[in-house]
């Protein structure tokens, strides 16, 4: 079996037209839904992604496909990716998802190698990231590999997270919860952006969504990585400490430098917590200092 070819129809509904992007384990095509194209909708075109069909971890790959259309096809947010249904036709298993114009933050922040993107920029996207993964934590998800790659801006200004197959409840044990030792086996997440606790597999927190959007504030703000993109655990092991960006206030800094925490203890615990004290504007600093000492906020 080969990987599913440009002009293919799967289910007999979805046209494959386009390649838009292709990975180890998936490839995301841009399509045609020929229900949506003769009920003449506005825009009959989505995104299919469809699990490489080779390889020793398919079988597991596609089990996470599946779980995540059934755990996030109701969600519904202007900073998350809209996902519709999975599928299997018989040859390919795919998912599909809203279609996306634009590029991801990755893209943005490889065009400007060591570059920072400017702090309005920065922050804009902090909150868009913080209000999709705010939501998905009211509704008792975390979503475990939030990274560049995984946030995109559209071409209209919006932020979109992307990406789910990592989503667990938290503080799911991992010798209970069968999609936690599955993630595991499989080798999903991206040791540059998960904390050392979801590295050594410890229950999901909140806070670890909240480590890494840190991270990805980090990397805006400075276009560097905060632990030169160590894992963690290593980070932890090597006792770094990032330096301090040049286009935050001290406050914001602390806030941040909360939010990096290598030790759970010491992070911030909420996405709506870190999001809300970073994204303050450095008048907000000033008028507090005026009448409260700054350590208090």
């Avoid at 003769?38 to 597991?60: H, I, L, T």
């Avoid at 160590?230 to 286009?247: F, G, I, R, S, Y």
């Avoid at 935050?248 to 709506?272: C, F, H, K, M, Y």
Wanted: hydrophobic share 40%; proline share 7%.
């Amino acid at each position: 079996m080969s990987t599913a070819p440009v002009r293919y129809v799967l289910g007999g509904r979805f046209d494959l037209v386009e390649v838009i992007s292709e990975g180890g384990t998936s490839t995301v095509y841009r399509a045609i839904d020929r229900i949506g194209l003769w009920a003449r909708e506005q825009s009959p075109e989505v995104a299919v992604k469809v699990v490489q069909p080779n390889g020793k971890m398919r079988q597991k790959l596609v089990q996470l496909l599946h779980r995540e259309a059934r755990l996030l096809r109701d969600f519904v947010h202007q900073n998350l990716v809209r996902i519709y249904d999975s599928d299997y036709d018989g040859k390919y298993h795919y998912l599909v998802m809203e279609l996306l114009n634009g590029r991801s933050l990755a893209h943005i922040l490889a065009d400007r190698p060591g570059q920072p993107l400017s702090p309005s920029v920065s922050f804009h996207i902090v909150r868009a990231v913080g209000q999709g993964l705010a939501h998905m934590h009211s509704l008792g998800i975390v979503h475990g590999d939030l990274k560049p790659e995984n946030i995109f801006m559209t071409s209209t200004g919006e932020v979109k997270i992307l990406d789910f197959g990592t989503a667990l409840m938290p503080n799911a044990s991992p010798r209970h919860d069968r999609a936690t030792a599955l993630l595991d086996q499989i080798g999903l997440l991206t040791p540059a952006y998960a904390s050392p606790q979801m590295l050594r597999g410890e229950p999901r927190a909140e806070s670890d969504d909240v480590f890494s959007l840190a991270v990805v504030a980090y990397l805006a703000l400075t276009g560097t990585h905060p632990y030169a993109r160590l894992p963690a655990d290593e980070a932890l092991k090597a006792n770094l400490t990032p330096a301090v960006p040049p286009t935050i206030s001290p406050a914001q800094w602390r806030v941040l430098a909360s939010g990096l925490a290598l030790n759970r203890r010491d992070r911030i615990e909420t996405i709506g917590d870190f999001v809300q004290r970073l994204a303050r504007p450095h008048w907000f600093y000033r008028w507090c200092g005026q009448r409260m000492p700054l350590s208090q906020n």
